[in-house]
């Protein structure tokens, strides 16, 4: 070794050892045979034990998600088969097998087949969530893809007919047990496909053995499940058999009958949905008549629309009332005239010349009527009008004596 | 796999936009009356749908060109 190369963290030259293993396919699905020792479950849920045989032994650890799918229950002593990955637990640089699932010695060869097969799928991704497709909410048409013989196919029939008549069923006549099973059922699938014969695929059989069950568990049917276009349901069995085909399956029913709950709508409860969206449409509809009929109800209280008129003889009423009192001051100043015409006539009367006379004076005039005011405006020999209260003189001008 | 979706789906579907319009209540009358007019066309086609809906199940089997047969389904033993 070199003394000029940098020195390794021991997280580094862990996380290096990890990523070797894990890059190694053959790690990444093992199948190992020993006996359980220092079996311990914690109280997170997740079980730790070793694998033994005479001369060797394995760290393991199976996560809860696992040990909860367990279908019995293990013990230090028991000999196991053990299905899972190799890595490294960096922490105590270890490396040790993640379990996936055990099964007792003993247990068939399907079992096992089962386990192997289901690890090497979920492997390659064949479960995983995010390739499952949306189911549709109302298909038109349902491939069918089962046995025409037996209680399964009548049972879906009479639920899709009962809970959604609209749907069309279109059967695909396949065997599903026996060794033509697999490739008859993948091959309906992919015929469904390739014909685009449907929006749903149900496929499945009723409970029975796990021999009776094995053509839901083989390769070619999952493989197909997953390569479908048109999404799938899985309905094999009854609870609590668990079929590869389930696990590859868009949707997994319990059973057929479930399937088809599953596939279709209630028919019922799409009566009540529309009842209630007649409902509310009618609420709605009323509320915003009502509302409107309330605002010209409103307006409609208004004075000008209720009674026109009204507002016409209020303006003549205040047309009369101005009409009355532009009368009243005409009489008024008319009467202050004439007050003043009496009060000016008689002092008009009292400055009269006709009163002057009447009091022995009279009024001497020239030919041309103008009054002769001065002596010193006369010439001897002038004719002058003299008026007296009572008549007039014609007078000649005889002697001008002017006062000093 | 139906590019179209199917009309009872439409119309459902149309039918809670319709609902969701006027119950915001914001639109004129006319266009509410309208509305309200096709909610309840399309509310009697759903129903009569549902009441003439009669369930079909053929059983296929391929032809010899491969296309699919269409054959009555009685159920078989």
Known sequence: ?404 | MAAKKPEFEQSLARLEEIVRHLEKGDLPLSESLCLFEEGTGLLASCGKMLDEAEQKVVKLRKGPDRAPIESDFEGEE
Not at chain 1, 52 to 76: G, T
Not at chain 1, 84 to 92: E, F, K, W
Not at chain 1, 171 to 177: A, D, T, W
Not at chain 1, 224 to 234: G, K, L, M, Q, T
Request: a positive charge; proline letters at 5%; one cysteine or more.
């Open chain 1, 1 to 404: 070794m070199s003394m000029d190369r940098q020195p390794l963290s021991v997280s580094e030259l862990n996380n290096h050892i990890k990523g070797l293993l894990e890059r190694d396919s053959r790690l990444a699905e093992v199948c190992v045979r020993g006996e359980l020792s220092n079996y311990k479950i914690y109280p997170s849920g997740h079980h730790y034990f070793t694998l033994k045989d005479s001369e060797s032994s394995l760290k393991c650890v199976m996560f809860k998600s696992s040990a909860v799918k367990l279908r019995f229950r293990p013990d230090s002593g028991m000999s196991v088969t053990a299905f899972g990955r190799v890595s490294v637990y960096p922490r105590d640089g270890a490396y040790q097998l993640y379990c996936s699932a055990l099964m007792p010695e003993g247990a068939g060869d399907l079992q096992l087949a089962f386990e192997q097969l289901k690890e090497k799928l979920a492997g390659e991704g064949l479960f995983d969530r995010s390739h499952k497709k949306p189911l549709p909410a109302f298909p038109e048409k349902i491939a069918v893809i089962t046995s025409p013989a037996g209680a399964a196919v009548h049972d879906m029939i009479r639920i899709l007919g009962r809970r959604w008549p609209m749907t069309r069923v279109l059967l695909l006549p396949v065997r599903v047990q026996g060794t033509e099973a697999p490739a008859e059922i993948a091959g309906a699938i992919r015929y469904a496909n390739e014909f685009e014969l449907a929006d749903l695929i149900i496929t499945g059989r009723g409970g029975g053995s796990i021999e009776d069950l094995w053509a839901f568990n083989d390769e070619r049917v999952a493989r197909a499940i997953y390569a479908s276009r048109i999404p799938v349901i899985s309905a094999v069995g009854h609870e609590p058999d668990v079929t590869i085909a389930d696990y590859v399956a868009d949707a997994r029913a319990s059973t057929p009958s479930n399937a088809a709950e599953i596939a279709v709508p209630d028919c019922g409860k799409i009566r009540e949905a529309l009842e209630s969206l007649g409902i509310r449409s009618c609420q709605a509809m009323t509320g915003k008549l009502s509302a409107l009929s309330d605002r010209l109800a409103a307006l409609a209280g208004k004075r000008v629309l209720t009674d026109p008129l009204a507002h016409i003889e209020n303006r003549r009423m205040e047309l009369d009332r101005v009409r009355d009192g532009l009368a009243a001051a005409g009489e008024r100043v008319l009467a202050a005239k004439k007050q003043d015409f009496i009060r000016l006539a008689s002092m008009l009367d009292a400055m009269s010349p006709l009163r002057v006379l009447s009091r022995g004076y009279a009024i001497a005039s020239a030919e041309n009527g103008k009054p002769v005011k001065s002596a010193k405006a006369l010439s001897e020999g002038e004719r002058l009008n003299i008026s007296f209260t009572d008549g007039r003189a014609g007078c000649r001008v005889e002697k001008i004596e002017i006062n000093s």
